[in-house]
């Protein structure tokens, strides 16, 4: 079968909503695609570790702390449940590994910026993990097979990690006037970056045509930037948050909330490794790759040790 009708039908299996698996045919440009957008998500798990692994010890309580300590570790899981389904793609760990500390790769620009106070933990969690769910609910839909589970399983886990963040926040809500300002500074700061997390607006989006087709995208930027706002502003009132946003409004026409426009300058300054954190966040990766030499040097030689001793076994 000649490349053409290989890829007709391809396309005709994805119309059908059918999963594509590691073995099946794919054309270059689906594999590259979804080599790109799933290592991206990949880092972003693991780099997302960094802001809050960085409060573990500064936890308010033992529950915070045991609460917190078992987010990022679920997020250190989310990584490499990633990097494996990217690795069906005939793509090596290390090469993806290499992409992140050079650079090459990137990840999601909401981890440049720095996690000041702990209102932080909960503005994270609410925020960042709500926008992510929004997100990776829509690509459990996938078209390709080992993406779409490992959004199933994230999935669950985000949800916990959405309501121990916002439960922080109504907790500091409820508290002093210090720490209901505390709330609301740290509102203040992730919002719009929040916001941002959906990507470019569609207009701007050269790559959403092609991923809705192939199904790699089910929802546009806009649309599910949209839902996340819908979806998250009742429950900041709910609480007494406010939103630094003056453009922020129901509109009774559309059924939505009508929100400002985002400063899309700072967005690309950010993702080109100007924010304020990038360079500190790629060497704290490097730093723990390179520390963590010796435990792949002694994976290796009890793996090489297990093969000797079977071929030896096997003669
Ligand atoms: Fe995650
Ligand atoms: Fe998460």
Redesign the pocket.
Known sequence: MNELELEKQFNERIARDEKIEPKDWMPEKYIQTHIRQMSQHAHS?IV?MLPEGNWITRAPSLRRKVALLAKVQ??GG?GLYLYSATETLGISRDELINQLHSGEAKYSSIFNYPALTWADMGAIGWLV?GA?IINQVALMGASYGPYSRAMVR?CK??SF?QRQGYEILMTLMNGTPEQREMAQDSMNRWWLPALMMFGPTDDKSPNTEQSVKWKLKRKTNDELRQAFVDQTVPQAEFIGLTFPDKDLKWNEERKHYDFGALNWDEFWQVVKGHGPCNKQRIEARIKAHEDGKWVRDAAMAYAEKQINEELKQAI
């Open positions: 798990e997302g679920d997020e989310h993990d992510a994230i886990e985000e990690h």
